[in-house]
């Protein structure tokens, strides 16, 4: 459940669908994952592509009130102060003086209401993907008015909210359900759903039991077993959007000891041993991912990584590894692992169980409670050997192996160059010619390996038409569906 529905603190699945339904943003993305305008009925852009000018169309808060531009220059000036703390800065990071703002620095913000229908944005550079950044929460409007009588209790509660979008916030429930009610009348329509109830089970059952027993319609299930469901009542759409791999620190292990332990992965042996729901995977990119901001993905080459089991060599290397160290013939490693993903951690044992066989190695576990941990270890080498999940965009994936820290004065790597052009493309061209510089650089590092891709799975009544969701963050638009 939310813990807040203010949308620029917006993180959990749970707050950015209530954002997505109850507040209308600038643009929005449809059924086909394409950006298109919602308040803004018009948008033009400077010949140098810095200067955005909005012309806003009619949209109301729910006190009756009108949108106006004023309200989007509120929210970015919010997100703009470090002391919100909202999530996905990284999206208005690209405003003039936004950068200023969050380090605690004055500078004039790049965003202005020319009148109650007008606003500009201006840029630091061209961004292609700018649109699409105005689809997110903290582009989301804010009423300043309303903000500052709510005391700061701004999102903690039904009293304590002003939305704008195509439902509200009806009701939340202290006993893990919120019921946003429809703010519009659709007499034409009736198969509009007039309430939408976002429930949390009560009692740990999961998702795919609890739309099994009919207990909800609608829901999202990762690394569950969702193969008993009816197809015949419901619809199963499968995505692949997370990848796991193993990644060995280089900073920690040499490496020959990283090719030997490469080189003891055995990914028959340990096929074996997961759902038939999975697939072995020889890329770290998972096959229903985005570049960046953009569904473009065909743009991509995913070369497989070059590393092949082979355990009269790697252990070969690891004597010799082990014996230049001066120790002994065995050693331990710690391994690094979330523990949710109960359903995986087959593949895992199985791999540490080679490496014990045929290495002589000792491996000691270490359970992290969050996939968000294990990645921001990743990042910033708090570990040895990681069990890591790899989901979100080829630009979100990349960037975890990209740990360089920025103003040293060690040279950049090849890979890190290629990241380094990718995070600062301001087209899809030199985008996709970046990711794939980087992904060709990364195919052949020993210290990645691909092992497993784990479905998502998307289940509703079959009763439910024009059901979509995002390919951004899984979300569904309520508003569009039929019955």
């Known amino acids: ?27 929005k993305t449809d059924s086909d994952d394409n950006t298109v305008p919602n308040v803004a009925q018009q948008c033009t852009v400077s010949d140098n592509g810095l200067k955005y000018t909005f012309y806003l169309g009619e949209s109301k808060w729910t006190n009756g009130e009108n949108v106006t531009a004023d309200d989007f220059v509120f929210a970015v000036t919010r997100a703009a102060d470090p002391d919100t703390k909202s999530t996905f800065t990284e999206q208005i990071k690209g405003i003039k003086g936004v950068s200023e703002h969050l380090s605690g620095k004055t500078a004039e913000l790049g965003i202005k209401a020319v009148d109650a229908k ?8 061209p961004d292609a993907n700018f649109l699409y950044k105005l689809t997110t929460p903290v582009f989301m409007p804010c009423n300043e008015k309303f903000f500052n009588k709510c005391g700061g209790k701004y999102g903690l509660g039904t009293d304590h909210i002003l939305t704008n979008g195509e439902y509200k916030v009806f009701l939340w429930s202290d006993e893990n359900y919120i019921k946003l009610k429809r703010t519009k009348s659709d007499i034409q329509n009736e198969s509009v759903a007039e309430y939408v109830i976002l429930t949390e089970s009560k009692t740990g059952k999961s998702n795919a039991a609890r739309i099994k027993d009919k207990e909800i319609g609608m829901t999202t299930v990762v690394g569950e077993d969702y193969t008993s469901i009816s197809t015949d009542t419901y619809t199963v759409d499968i995505a692949y959007r997370k990848n796991y791999a193993v990644v060995f620190n280089k900073e920690k292990l040499n490496e020959k000891l990283i090719t030997a332990l490469a080189m003891s992965i055995h990914r028959e042996l340990y096929a074996a041993n997961i759902s038939d729901r999975f697939k072995l995977t020889e890329t770290v ?30 252990r070969k290397l690891y004597l010799d590894a082990v014996n230049s160290k001066g120790v002994s013939k065995s050693t331990s490693f710690t391994v690094k692992y979330c523990s949710a993903d109960s359903e995986v951690k087959p593949v895992l044992d199985s791999i540490i169980s080679g490496w014990q066989s045929n290495l002589g190695t000792y491996i000691s576990l270490k359970t992290e409670d969050s996939e968000g941990k294990i ?29 360089y820290i920025e103003g040293s004065k060690i040279a950049m790597t090849d890979f890190e160059k290629a990241v380094s052009a990718l995070n600062s493309a301001e087209n899809l061209t030199d985008a996709s010619a970046s990711a794939n510089k980087a992904l060709e650089i990364l195919s052949s590092d020993n210290s990645v390996i691909p092992t497993v891709s784990v479905p998502t799975a998307h289940i509703y009544y079959s009763t439910y038409k ?16 039929r019955k």
């Open 1 to 27: 459940m939310p813990k807040n529905l203010d949308p620029l603190l917006a993180s959990s699945f749970s707050e950015l669908l209530t954002a997505k339904n109850c507040f209308s943003g600038l643009y």
């Open 118 to 125: 007008t606003l500009e944005i201006e840029l630091i550079k």
């Open 285 to 314: 990119i998972p096959d229903d991912s985005i570049l960046m901001n953009s569904t473009a993905f065909e743009c991509l080459s995913l070369p497989k990584h070059t590393v092949q089991y082979d355990p009269e060599t790697s």
């Open 375 to 403: 990645i921001s270890d990743v990042k910033n080498g708090n570990f040895e050997i990681a069990f890591v999940p790899l989901s979100d965009s080829v630009k979100d994936i990349l960037n975890v192996f990209n740990n």
């Open 466 to 481: 024009n059901v979509h969701f995002s390919k951004f963050d899984g979300t569904v638009d309520f508003s569009v569906i």
